[in-house]
């Protein structure tokens, strides 16, 4: 079946540090993939998405590129600051909607960056 | 404000209370989720709705009932709960068709059972 792999957390990292959190995914076809954060007490937020191969999505200074030759989805921002400190979860949606095509979460990753 | 609001954000119950919880979206979209949240666990589905009808239910105890009486409308009534299920109870709505589309979610109702 489809799934996410995320690396574990926490992540914590110093202000201005460079950030990369690990996605991977399985699936049987040609999955749309997101990232979501969530900050404390919230919900989770739609920070960018890539629905085909080698497309990067980008938002607020996080980049992640579609890599369909290594399955993955690795999120990266070049300089962290604190009110990035949020957890981040990757997810990919197969097929071509339908709420049976459900949206399949990673474990998610805990990011505190430190001043 | 995401364009889905949950309803209420905190809630207190004892576990011979009955209450509900209020999911509103005014996006267009055709298909609504219930999933709960605890600490240190995964995300869980608990109910799909689409075009108003139930269409996943994923082993969720009884005594969470949901209600979807329209497309913008998603409730889940809540009665004789345990201490266990004190979580974040997330809704979400999306845009089935044609197209991939994530997912729009509320900011929660943090459920504390008592």
């Known amino acids: 079946g489809n799934s996410v792999t995320q690396m574990e957390g926490p992540v914590t990292l110093s202000e201005e540090a460079f950030l990369t959190i690990n996605c991977t995914y399985t699936a049987t076809g040609y999955p749309s993939l997101f990232w979501y954060v969530q900050y404390p007490g919230e919900g989770l937020q739609l920070l960018l998405k890539?629905?085909?191969?080698?497309d990067k999505g980008s938002n607020k200074g996080f980049e992640a590129t579609y890599r369909k030759e290594t399955t993955s989805f690795h999120l990266e921002k070049g300089s962290v600051q604190v009110s990035d400190s949020a957890v981040y979860f990757c997810?990919?949606?197969?097929?071509?909607?339908?709420?049976?095509?459900?949206?399949?979460f990673g474990t998610g990753t805990l990011l505190a960056v430190q001043p | 404000e995401t364009g889905v609001t949950q309803t209420p954000r905190h809630l207190v119950m004892g576990m011979t209370n009955k209450k509900s919880l209020k999911c509103e979206q005014h996006l267009g979209h055709n298909a609504m989720y219930w999933y709960k949240q605890s600490a240190k666990k995964p995300l869980e589905l608990m109910f799909v709705?689409?075009?108003?009808?139930?269409?996943e239910n994923n082993s969720v105890p009884s005594r969470f009932s949901p209600e979807c009486p329209n497309s913008s409308h998603l409730f889940l009534h809540l009665h004789t709960l345990q201490p266990e299920d004190s979580a974040l109870y997330l809704c979400a709505s999306s845009q089935d068709g044609p197209g991939r589309y994530g997912y729009t979610f509320g900011s929660g109702t943090r459920l504390t059972v008592v």
């Open positions: 709705y689409s075009l108003e009808e139930r269409v």
């Open positions: 997810a990919l949606r197969e097929g071509y909607g339908g709420a049976t095509n459900k949206l399949i």
């Open positions: 890539a629905t085909k191969a080698d």
